[in-house]
């Protein structure tokens, strides 16, 4: 059960990297180049976070050993594994995306926007429930780490893994928990690069460009130990 309690508490450095990052980068995504100038960024955030040595200088089990690293964070020659998986095509749905939370209070009148303000926090709100869900179902799933000795099930942990569709994520039950880990490290990296928590404020706003709320810090909002955090005022996603 250890490495499921690393990970939940090495989450916000690796959201902390996320704001820092995210804020700088011209195109996010999984893959290496194709729309967006995309380039691994959320294996490589991930690696930065999570990894052994530096940046961050961490020494395990504070930290991912190589091989468990790759499966989590995936690589450029597997970009969908781990972190990557919800964006292989077709992706999964906005909420595992934080999309879909866009609502500028200098619309010409209410109503004319196509959303409300109420709308758009639901939808941030479904987003956040992806990432608690997720890793509550790796905590669930990393009791068949063990067996009924509560000892490391060596079956049960070996690599590699199957993230491809149908997703079965298999074979074994680290792999298991590794997805759904990634999955919830996907939501919280593209909440900062999708939405406007990071951006610096423009010129001038407008319903077309709403203003940047200039964080460069964690969103408490996606703190998973608050049961119902307070809503970021002025927050949109795309």
């Known amino acids: ?93 906005a ?34 429930n992806v990432i608690v869900s997720r890793l509550e179902t790796a905590r669930d799933q990393a009791e068949s780490l063990l067996d009924a000795k509560s000892r490391i099930d060596l079956q049960d942990v070996a690599l590699p893994c199957n993230f491809g569709r149908p997703f ?6 680290k792999c298991r928990v590794l997805a759904h880990i990634g999955a919830a490290l996907h939501v919280a990296q593209d909440f900062y690069s999708h939405t406007n928590w990071s951006d610096a404020p423009p010129p001038r706003q407008s319903d077309q460009i709403p203003n940047g709320l200039n964080n460069a810090g964690v969103a408490p909002f996606l703190d998973v130990g608050v049961k119902a955090p307070a809503f970021p005022t002025g927050l949109v996603s795309g």
Not at 109 to 122: P, S, V
Not at 168 to 173: H, I, L, R, W
Request: charged content about 15%; hydrophobic content about 40%; aromatic content about 6%.
């Open 95 to 128: 909420t595992f995306h934080c999309d879909d939370g866009d609502f500028v209070l200098l619309a010409p009148a209410a109503g004319t926007y196509g959303q409300t303000q109420a709308e758009a926090q639901a939808a941030f709100t479904a987003c956040r």
């Open 1 to 93: 059960m250890s490495p499921i309690r690393s990970v939940v508490g090495t989450l916000a450095a690796a959201l902390a990297l996320c704001a820092v990052l995210c804020a700088q980068a011209l195109g996010f995504g999984t893959i290496q180049g194709g729309p967006g100038d995309q380039r691994n960024e959320h294996m490589h955030m991930t690696r930065l976070a999570l990894q052994c040595g530096p940046p961050l200088g961490k020494v395990l089990p504070d930290c991912f050993e190589p091989a468990t690293l790759d499966a989590l964070a995936g690589t450029p020659a597997r970009p969908w594994d781990g972190v990557g998986w919800p964006d292989n095509p077709p992706p999964q749905g």
């Open 168 to 173: 079965a994520f298999g074979p074994t039950a």
